[in-house]
């Protein structure tokens, strides 16, 4: 029984390693306005992330927020979530490949030519 608890202890160390400085972050600035036509938010904390956003009386926001990676590269997101959802851009996000040109060639051409019954 005691083996096992210092297994657990042990591992539960493991899986919890110590706090990084995110913890210990602290605002720097932060705003919020919000209007019966909408709303203006802005964050920013002392470990580099950054946060705007944008809003109107229909529920659709614009926004982009930032942040660095422990290896000092930041990352940029700029959003829009509108009534076709939530939309982000960024360098740092996965694109699927590039349509092959045989393939966007039978696209177009099946758009040119559509079917008749």
């Known amino acids: 029984t005691f083996q ?5 202890i042990v591992g539960l160390a493991a899986a919890f390693p110590g706090q990084s400085e995110d913890v210990n972050a602290e605002v720097i600035s932060r705003s919020e306005d919000v209007r019966p036509d ?13 946060e705007e956003r944008v809003g109107d009386e ?5 926004g982009s927020f930032s942040y660095e990676t422990p290896e ?6 700029t959003y829009v979530a509108d009534e076709n959802g939530y939309q982000p851009t960024g360098a740092h996000l ?3 490949p590039p349509i092959p ?8 051409w099946i758009a040119a030519h559509p079917h008749s019954e």
Do not use: S
């Not at 229909?58 to 614009?62: F, S, T």
């Not at 000092?72 to 997101?77: A, D, F, G, L, V």
């Open 4 to 8: 096992l608890l210092i297994c657990t």
């Open 38 to 50: 909408g709303f203006t938010a802005n964050l920013e904390t002392t470990n580099g992330i950054k």
């Open 58 to 62: 229909h529920g659709n926001i614009k």
């Open 72 to 77: 000092q590269e930041t990352i940029q997101i």
């Open 94 to 96: 996965p694109t699927p």
């Open 101 to 108: 040109a045989e393939i966007q060639r039978a696209l177009e």
